[in-house]
């Protein structure tokens, strides 16, 4: 693996991680909404990564382990989580039915929260592999003087 291509991997670990972050941050945001442009309360979203490939599944299979390289992550779809919805008891909610039920969000904060964290120190783990390879390539320009 060449400098810039471990650079590069740490590089799209960043991106896909970033974004992580913001669909979280969405989701914590809409907690409490109830009523989207599409009329029905919000549905909470889920990235799917994948990697990167820019070789075809028959030339993997031919080349061996050694001649692997690796090309980094990336975000291959945001979908929505299929769990059932909340039902609340609010007869004062505008959105309430006959029956006085709320249909909310399938966000739960907690579980928000322990992605946040999870997804941050995927984050840091990437920017200090990219640190690590930055001091390597310094090292070896120091050597050569």
């Known amino acids: 693996m060449s400098f810039f291509n471990s650079m590069n991997v740490s590089a799209t670990g960043l991106t896909a991680q970033r974004l992580r972050m913001d669909i979280i941050s969405q989701n914590i945001a809409n907690v409490n909404t ?12 889920v990235l799917l990564f994948e990697e990167q490939s820019s070789t075809d599944f028959n030339s993997m299979l ?8 690796a090309s980094g992550v990336k975000v291959s779809k945001i979908i929505e989580d299929t769990a059932p919805l909340k039902s609340v008891y609010d007869p004062s909610h505008p959105e309430a039915d006959k029956d006085g039920y709320v249909l909310m969000p399938n966000v739960n904060t907690v ?11 995927s984050y840091e783990a990437n920017v200090t592999a990219m640190n690590a390879a930055k001091s390597m390539a310094m090292k070896s320009l120091e050597i050569g003087k």
């Open 34 to 45: 109830t009523k989207t442009k599409d009329g029905g309360p919000y549905k909470r979203k």
């Open 62 to 69: 031919n080349n061996s382990i050694n001649n692997y390289t």
């Open 111 to 121: 579980e928000e929260m322990v992605n946040m964290i999870s997804a941050n120190r």
